[in-house]
């Protein structure tokens, strides 16, 4: 079982999306918490192009993009973010 850390980004950003969201969202890192890497109903994860560690998880219009760090067991939520269109990721 993986830990959660949320950066100063993805908390601001949180804090300013409606109620339904973040309950949302919150529904799926809890689902990732077991296994970051494998794509499920629950958890629709890309791995972010030019990366081995960054992952992007799809939670209706909104990304969020996170790292994993096997060897401390800690999922580092880096940003939250909507999608617009597709340049809108790297």
Known sequence: ?????????SQKALDKLPPHAVKKIVTHLEEIKSDPY???PLADIVPVEGSETLYRLRVGKLRV???????????KIIKIFPKKRKSGYR
């Open 38 to 40: 494998r794509p499920r």
């Open 1 to 9: 079982m993986f830990t959660l850390q949320l950066s100063r980004t």
């Open 65 to 75: 993009e996170y790292e994993v760090c096997n060897s401390e067991r800690v999922i």
